[in-house]
């Protein structure tokens, strides 16, 4: 039993928690253990709470962590039976069926919990993309979490224009009402890095021009709006060169 009070401990849930249980624990924990608040020690911490995370998050992997989950009255409140068979719901191809928005968004947040990224994206692009407007479907909090995770993963695959359209709307949220807090700074460093290494190659300079401008007044430093409008003039420069 050590084994299972270590992961569920740590989250400080019950071995019966439902997944948004385990999600919203998950982001309290975070927050209090994040290196700006206990020092150089909160980065060990913070990957052990994460391993923890992703296992009880995972349907499978949280069988093989816990085999007596299957037996929990959370289990068969959320997964259920079909018809009254030992036939699990399947949740993924449930939300896949339905036709509204809603459904759609949820998926796309479910597939990205569940490291199927690509599936994630095809989804959400199948909906419109950047006009796939999530935030009218999801929980604030979940639109927040599956809105950063989703601008990484297309980051990641060389789509920096719509990951960074992505992030400018949490960070107009976030001075709007905090959310992410701490997390705040991660995010602005992240968009600067995209800006500086991978953004001008991939658009063109109108749209490069824009996009600098919506990032002046959401929050990041005077001198970080500087070189965002300096390199306003450069382009205006070279486009009527």
Known sequence: MAKLANHYELLGVKPGATTAEIKKAFRKKAKQIHPDIIGSTGAEAMRTLIKAYETLSDLERRFEYDPDFRKSAAYSAYYGYSAGKKIPFDYRKWL???????????????????LEEDRAIEVWRENGGLDFCIDK????????????????????????????????????????RPYFNLFTPDIKLYVK?????????????ETWIDCLQALIGIGFSQQEEKFFKESIVTALKELRS
């Open 137 to 176: 479907y999801l929980d604030r909090e979940d639109w927040m979490d599956c809105q950063y995770i989703l601008a990484e993963e297309l980051d990641k695959r060389n789509c920096s224009y719509e990951a960074i359209k992505l992030l400018i709307t949490l960070l107009e949220e976030e001075k709007r």
């Open 193 to 205: 890095d995209i800006v500086k290494k991978r953004l001008k190659s991939q658009i063109d300079s």
């Open 96 to 114: 896949n069926d339905q036709e509204d928005p809603k459904s759609k968004a949820k998926l796309v947040f479910y597939e990205l919990l569940r």
